[in-house]
């Protein structure tokens, strides 16, 4: 128990000199209350580390997290796979303009020489 705390407490620490490094870093002050915004939400999240293991639903938000980041990654191939075979057809629709190109369904190939 003492151990988990301990850790705990390590990690909120050196959480926060990371982000006041990161914040004294930023170029640009105007982005400066976005990191801070998005810094904020991590530090809630790791706050609430001990709860949620108290609790048992550690592992559930876990769970829910690559549930929905596997779900967003299977979409982002649909997509990708879309625009391949759209992008093909369109090739293929395009080769149907050119001249002398109409009965380029019907060309076999018998033999290939590699000198």
Do not use: C, H
Not at 44 to 60: A, Q, S
Not at 94 to 103: A, I, L, Q, S
């Amino acid at each position: 128990m003492f151990d988990f705390l301990y850790e705990w407490i390590r990690n909120i620490a050196f959480y926060m000199v990371l982000v006041t490094a990161v914040t004294q870093v930023i170029p640009n002050q105007q982005y400066k209350k976005y990191v801070r915004f998005f810094t904020g939400l991590v530090l809630v999240l790791m706050m609430t580390t001990p709860i949620l293991r108290l609790l048992g639903m550690e592992m559930d938000i876990t769970n829910l997290y690559k549930d929905m980041e596997y779900e967003d990654q299977i979409e982002e191939f649909r997509r990708a796979g879309e625009i391949f075979y759209e992008s093909e057809d369109d090739r293929y629709e395009n080769m149907k303009d050119v001249e002398g190109t109409e009965d380029i369904e019907n060309i076999k190939v018998e033999e290939i020489q590699v000198d």
